[in-house]
Each structure stands twice: as structure tokens, then as C-alpha cells.
């Protein structure tokens, strides 16, 4: 083979490979249905029950409440929930500039959405924060988490949605609680971003769908 003919076979190769990692669904096998993306990451991987979801530069979903900024390009896999359910992960971020997260999400749509974010704050503090946003975003920090993993877990109630955060995966802690305020159907899945940063990789593991109500949002349950 020609050193011409070899260099074409790879690039076709090369231009082969990254389509299909742009096309691809994940399928984790507690989920409803296969996680589609709803912006394509830098990279990601699935194994063993992993998700690593890597994204580039200046990836963020915000709305700002003053309408200086506007950015929707954060890469995340999501799949349409039952009415009713839990989705919780262990979340690992390998934290470098500020702003970066992961993130479990709630997807309407480009004006209807939300995220539980666990995120590196300006002055140097992981930390889980939430973000509503109907129209523009609604932000709001929460509690500072020591290291850099944390349990996140979102669920559904119907017409209503509640967040909460577990430094074991047993006790929950409230976030918040809110509508989507939407007729669109919302998709649940998971999120990383870096809006300051040169990219941000976000680690999902026990990674756990239940089809079930939570009765109680503030027990800890």
C-alpha cells in the first residue's frame, strides 16, 4: 500500500469513527430508554457501569436574569422518564476552573429546563448548585461539599420536580423543589460543563432509576 493510499484509508477511518461517536445512544441498563445528546461532547466513555462525560471550553447552559449572557452548548445524554421516578449518581469532577460540573439535568427544551450541579465556585469550593430556568435562569448555591465527589439525585412527581444531594447515598438533603411550567416532555440524564475553563471531565457511577414516587421530600428518605 501506498504511503498516499494508506494516509486516505486512516482519515476515512478517522471521519468513520468520530460520525459514529456522534450518532451513538448509550444504554445503561436501569433507564427507561437510551441516553441521546442533547449537545455532543468533546468525548465520553460507558464502561463497567461508568459514564464520563468530557467537555470542551466554554460549554455552559445559562440564561442570565439580566440578559448579558446566553450560552446552551454544554454536552449532556438524556431519556424521556416515567411520570414518576428517581434518578440518582455518584458524580467525581475533576475540578480545574471555576464554574466546572457535573451535572444530573432536566431537559424540556432550550427554554424549559433545570440542573443539580456539582460545581467548582469562584472562590475555589466544590459545591452543589441548582439552576431553574423557565425562560431565563433561576440560580441558586447550595451547600459546600469537602472533596470532589458527591451524590446527586433528581426525581419526578408528576408535574412538579425535587432535588436533592447525599454525602453517602443514603441521607438525602433538599435542595429544591419547583414546576417546569412547560407542556413539553422533560427528559432526565446527565451534564458536564466548564464555562470559564478549557474543559471539564464529569464522572457518573451507581448510576440508579427508580420508577418509583418519593413520598416524602424532606425526611431524607
Not at 442533547?38 to 466513555?45: D, F, G, H, L, S
Not at 450560552?71 to 416515567?82: E, H, I, M, R
Not at 453517602?168 to 460543563?193: C, I, N
Amino acid at each position: 500500500m501506498s504511503i498516499r493510499i494508506y494516509l486516505l484509508v486512516s482519515v476515512l477511518f478517522t471521519c468513520i469513527s468520530s460520525m459514529a461517536q456522534e450518532i451513538s445512544s448509550i444504554s445503561i441498563e436501569s433507564l427507561p430508554g437510551k441516553l441521546e445528546w442533547i449537545e455532543q461532547p468533546e468525548r465520553y466513555t460507558f464502561e463497567s457501569g461508568i459514564l464520563k462525560i468530557h467537555s470542551g471550553p466554554e460549554t455552559d447552559m445559562f440564561i442570565d436574569p439580566q440578559g448579558e449572557y446566553k450560552v446552551l452548548n454544554a454536552p449532556g445524554a438524556v431519556c424521556q422518564p416515567t411520570p414518576y421516578f428517581q434518578l440518582s449518581a455518584k458524580v467525581h469532577v475533576n475540578f480545574e476552573s471555576k464554574y466546572d460540573a457535573g451535572v444530573l439535568i432536566l431537559y424540556a427544551n432550550d427554554t424549559h429546563w433545570a440542573k443539580l450541579c456539582f460545581e467548582y465556585s469562584p472562590q475555589g469550593e466544590p459545591m452543589v448548585v441548582s439552576v431553574v430556568t423557565r425562560n431565563i435562569s433561576d440560580d441558586a448555591n447550595g451547600s459546600v461539599i469537602e472533596g470532589s465527589v458527591v451524590y446527586l439525585r433528581i426525581s419526578g412527581l408528576g408535574t412538579a420536580y425535587v432535588f436533592h444531594y447525599s454525602s453517602d447515598g443514603k441521607f438525602w438533603h433538599f435542595v429544591r423543589y419547583f414546576h417546569m411550567e412547560t407542556d413539553d416532555p422533560v427528559y432526565a440524564g446527565f451534564l458536564s460543563q466548564s464555562p470559564t475553563g478549557e474543559g471539564c471531565e464529569a464522572e457518573f457511577k451507581d448510576i440508579v432509576y427508580k420508577n418509583k414516587k418519593l413520598e416524602d421530600l424532606r425526611n431524607g428518605s
